[in-house]
């Protein structure tokens, strides 16, 4: 079922080398304290436009910092 949903509802894109820079920026920014991986996750979606869907309260609070725009759910 999930395998389905995935080929019907998602595609795979490739990382930038401008998201991986942008990643750099982000996590450089020490005071929010964004781990590599959640700094390249707030890259992507900053550069295509995209919310990112999280649990996570700390990363919630560094997007909005970083004017990335997130669902805390």
């Known amino acids: ?3 389905g949903l995935c080929n019907e509802s998602l595609a ?3 990382v930038s080398r401008g ?3 942008l990643a750099a920026r ?4 020490y005071a ?3 781990r590599a991986g959640d700094a390249l996750y707030l890259a992507v ?3 295509q436009g995209a919310a990112l ?3 996570d309260r700390r990363l919630d609070e560094a997007a909005a910092a970083l004017s990335v725009e997130t669902a805390l759910l």
Not at 26 to 29: E, N, T
């Open 45 to 47: 979606c900053a550069e």
């Open 53 to 55: 869907c999280t649990l």
């Open 32 to 34: 929010l304290g964004l």
């Open 19 to 21: 998201q991986f820079r």
């Open 12 to 14: 795979v894109k490739p």
């Open 26 to 29: 982000f996590a450089g920014q």
């Open 1 to 3: 079922m999930f395998t």
